[in-house]
């Protein structure tokens, strides 16, 4: 039997309209148990009613709108009630439509149902996720373009090529008298690495917008009083951490982000690194040296007035994340060595931040933000691919297979590749996908 579900649209608390939606085949006749338009006009398709919704004991005025089935989000018969922006309302409002038959929709529903109804493919969905989820403009523009369907096209052509080259397989092995089963091998393994190269194309752009999407992680890493913290705070523009003389002032990791040419920077502030005998002080420096294998990129800071000690050629010996060296206090007189690729700034004066952001985003993303190009949606499409790489990789090295199992090959690189456009996927993974939603979207 199929239901009709509700929920709560909108964020919970005051705002100036909240919206509660319904989705399924008694969507309307639901409706019609409280809504009642102002005008006592028939409920018209796409139109908002002004009208009043029966609470019992009082009513609602509130807008209503109808999407008859086909052509809504879902695919299904929805209504939209618009309401004032109160929890205590929308939650009534939705206990009362559950009463009348409505079952509460679970997270990613009405997404879910518009993916089994046919309305978005899965990238698409994945990509209303993200859009929901963004907080950079940049995740915001990927996650558009991969709500465009940009993704699922560009492997559907991939997937078309192996169809056509399992076709001819299948030709040859129907005519074997008449076919060159070397050079239809040739042929095969060279469309198979024009794949490839699609495919490792698509997995290097999704690198970067992965950084993108989590943010880039930059740990500030140095022996104590070098100037961490006041380094933090230049690059953020804000007294966020404390500064002091003191050797060991900062003792926790303290986190502050930025957006920087459109991309979402964290800065970790982290203890001093140097032997220390007090408890909490050492749990911090022991968070500091874990810092350095997390971080998408470490800055080392170092004192200019200072020669380089024991401790700091430690740090740089166990350094594994790509860093750079940042010789802070450069107001101060140069006593400290040279450092490969280093960048001078002086954390005090300000002098010279502007170049470290500059240098840390181009170590990081890249000269530039390819925003156009096929990008992925996320971690499980990602491992998807790369998994494919693998089949197709092993497809290149079947020269001297026999076609059968070459051909068998092709089919699971092509049933791979169909878990992004969600052509073979299975229940399982659909609704592992959906989850991620939140109730009412
Ligand atoms: N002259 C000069 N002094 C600086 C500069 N940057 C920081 N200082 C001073 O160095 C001292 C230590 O600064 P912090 O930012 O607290 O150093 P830190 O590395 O965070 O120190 P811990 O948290 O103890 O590890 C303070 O007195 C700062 O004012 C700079 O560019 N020039
Ligand atoms: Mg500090």
Known sequence: ?????????????????????????????????????????????????????????????????????????????????????????????????????????????????????????????????????????????IALSSADGKLKKEIKEQQEILKNVLAEIEVGLDYPEETEFVDLKNSIIEKVSQVYEEIDKIISYSEQTKLIKSGVS??????????????????????????????????????????????????????????????????????????????????????????????????????KSPHIFVVNKSDKTRVLEKQKEEIEVSALANKNIDILKKKIFEKTIGDNINFNATTIANERQLEILKQAKIQIKEAMNLRDESIEILSLLIKKIWQTLGKITGETENEDIISLIFSRFCVGK
């Open 1 to 141: 039997m199929n239901k009709t579900i509700v929920a709560i649209s909108t964020p919970l608390g005051s705002g100036a309209i909240s919206i509660v939606r319904m989705s399924g085949n008694d969507a309307l006749k639901i409706a019609h148990k409280f809504f009642a338009p102002l005008k006592k006009q028939k409920i018209v398709a796409r139109k908002m009613h002004l009208g009043k919704f029966d609470l019992g004991n009082n009513f609602e005025k509130c807008m209503m709108v109808y999407f008859p089935s086909p052509n809504s989000y879902t695919g299904e018969d929805i209504v939209e009630f618009h309401l004032h922006g109160s929890t205590a309302l929308t939650q009534l409002i939705q206990t009362k439509l559950i009463e009348a038959g409505a079952v509460l929709a679970e997270a990613g529903e009405f997404t879910k149902l518009a993916f089994l109804n046919g309305k978005l493919s899965l990238d698409e969905a994945e990509g209303i996720i993200d859009e929901i989820n963004s907080e950079s403009e940049a995740e915001l523009r």
């Open 218 to 319: 930059v740990a500030i890493i140095g022996k104590t009083n070098v100037g961490k913290s006041s380094l933090l705070n230049a690059l953020i523009g804000e007294e966020k951490a404390i500064v002091t003389d003191i050797e060991g002032t900062t003792r926790d990791i303290v986190e502050a982000k930025i957006d920087y040419n459109g991309v979402r920077f964290n800065f970790y502030d982290t203890a001093g690194i140097r032997d220390s005998i007090d408890a909490v002080e050492k749990i911090g420096i022991e968070k500091s040296k874990r810092m350095l294998d997390i971080a998408n990129i470490v800055l080392i800071v170092l004192d200019a007035s200072k020669k380089i000690t024991k401790e700091e050629k430690d740090i740089i010996e166990k350094l």
